[in-house]
């Protein structure tokens, strides 16, 4: 049961050990705001990314364009306040944490209401 690998919709999860990925609980968070996005009409689509330096959640507002937001998990950041980056389309860092729970905050701060 070590090498198992769980499929979960487009996100593969894998050991830690052997491979840099988004840990279950850290997808679950991403995920549920994720989720908020999209049922409010802003987001349309997500990818995610996998490096031996980083792991990237990329939120897309449509399918064709570059994502507008990336959560950024930094596997060998020397910094602790840089283990969590949200990045703009631009590139330009929105925010940073040790913490994915305080970093997903500036989501919810965001207002995900749909408009009529």
Same mark, same amino acid.
């Given at each position: 049961?070590?090498?198992?690998?769980?499929?979960?919709?487009?996100?593969?999860?894998?050991?830690?050990? %052997?491979? /840099?990925?988004?840990?279950?609980?850290?997808? /679950?968070?991403?995920?549920?705001?994720?989720?908020?996005?999209?049922?409010?009409?802003?987001?349309?689509?997500? =990818?995610?990314?996998?490096?031996?330096?980083?792991?990237?959640?990329?939120?897309?507002?449509? =399918?064709?364009?570059?994502?507008?937001?990336?959560?950024?998990? /930094?596997?060998?950041?020397?910094?602790?306040?840089?283990?969590?980056?949200?990045?703009?389309?631009?590139?330009?860092?929105? %925010?940073?944490?040790?913490? @994915?729970?305080?970093? @997903?905050?500036?989501? %919810?701060?965001?207002?995900?209401? @749909?408009?009529?």
């Amino acid at each position: 049961m070590r090498n198992t690998k769980i499929i979960t919709g487009n996100a593969y999860l894998a050991d830690q050990k %052997k491979q /840099n990925f988004f840990s279950k609980e850290e997808l /679950n968070l991403i995920l549920s705001v994720y989720g908020k996005g999209i049922s409010s009409g802003k987001w349309k689509d997500y =990818a995610i990314d996998s490096s031996i330096n980083e792991t990237i959640f990329s939120i897309y507002k449509h =399918a064709s364009e570059m994502p507008i937001y990336r959560i950024i998990k /930094n596997h060998k950041s020397r910094r602790t306040d840089e283990r969590w980056i949200i990045k703009s389309t631009s590139g330009q860092i929105i %925010k940073r944490n040790k913490n @994915l729970s305080y970093l @997903l905050n500036y989501f %919810k701060e965001k207002d995900f209401r @749909l408009i009529n």
